[in-house]
């Protein structure tokens, strides 16, 4: 576990001096870890309702709820099944105290009296095994989030290239030519939204495992909100929707041309993914307080206070449909959040039901 980190231990113990024994050698640790110092369970299990602590050392001979029952009602709760537990005893160190111990929940045990090396050793051990355990999680929910979109978005959108394409291979001798064109600008949309799905799940993918490089430098906005633009023109025709930006040719930002890029694109696909026909679409670009601020502004149908909260958080997994039915992961916005972290900036939404939505980018100018 890297020192840099603020690291706080809950210690519970009736005996005072202990507590004060064991946050003394916690102290020496460079920074020192935070103890909170509790002399029985029942204080600590009302500590544990509005903090989490990294880690709990808890003594085993206790009034009123011991450290086996302490550890026992610490796993039974959601809220505290996670938390590392180490068991400090100086008269349950038999094999079969220990083991029961463990058995309960306990992830280590420290003897009494308390050997500083040793303690150190335990607590290190101890957070470096949590760390590794909750890294492991992430990993695994994201895998699982993963294979969920490849095997219901994904597929959905190649069904649907697959049957319009069938459906031209078959048909189109005896079409007019509107319907084949009608039919082969709904192929060109789904493999269109394919294509931005894919990059999408390529890019966050990268984030999960750390493989996506940071490589600031300065670049053109007006000309990457063009190409962008360029890309997604198509579907902002077919629902006669109007694009307009208010950007100086020869502004230039500082930042990763492929995070910002992928930023710029995802926000522009959602406002005309969510802008109904004959709406408008307005992309800015203005210097506030030494900040550079890039604003995509939509008329669109807006968004709820609630989902607003729930847009960069992975674990709600928002997805809603544009108002022509389009089809999105809910990963778009959650990637962009990540990506304007690493410069330091901010992602911000402002919107209103019914009227239309902002996003606005706001970036350090180098």
Known sequence: MGKKENITILVVDDQLENLQIIADCLSECNPPYTTIKVPEAQIALKILESKRP????????????????????????????????IMCTGVMVESE????????????????????????????????????????????????????????????????????????????????????????????????????????????????INKTSFTPQYFNIKKMYTDNINILSDSATIKKIEIEAFIDEDTELFGDVNMLNTVLRNLLSNAIKYTSSGGKVLVSHETVAGMDVIKVSDSGVGISRENIDKLFNESENLSTLGTDNEKGTGLGLILCKEFINKHKGELKVSSEVGKGTDFMVILPRD
């Open 54 to 85: 990294d880690l709990i050392i808890t003594d085993w001979e206790m009034p009123g709820m011991n450290g086996i029952e302490f550890i026992i009602t610490l796993k039974n709760n959601p809220a505290t099944a996670e938390i590392p537990v």
């Open 97 to 208: 105290n220990l083991q029961k111990a463990l058995e309960a929940g306990a992830l280590d045990y420290v003897r009494k009296p308390i050997d500083k090396i040793e303690l150190l050793a335990r607590v290190n051990s101890a957070l470096m095994l949590a760390k590794s355990y909750n890294t492991l999680k992430e990993v695994s929910a994201s895998k699982d989030k993963l294979f969920s979109i490849i095997s219901h978005d994904l597929k959905n959108n190649f069904n649907s290239i697959l049957g319009l394409s069938q459906l031209l291979k078959i048909s189109a001798d005896d079409m007019e030519k509107k319907q084949v064109q009608e039919l082969a600008t709904l192929v060109n949309t789904s493999a269109s939204n394919s294509f931005k799905l894919l990059e999408n799940l390529l890019e966050w993918s990268c984030t999960r």
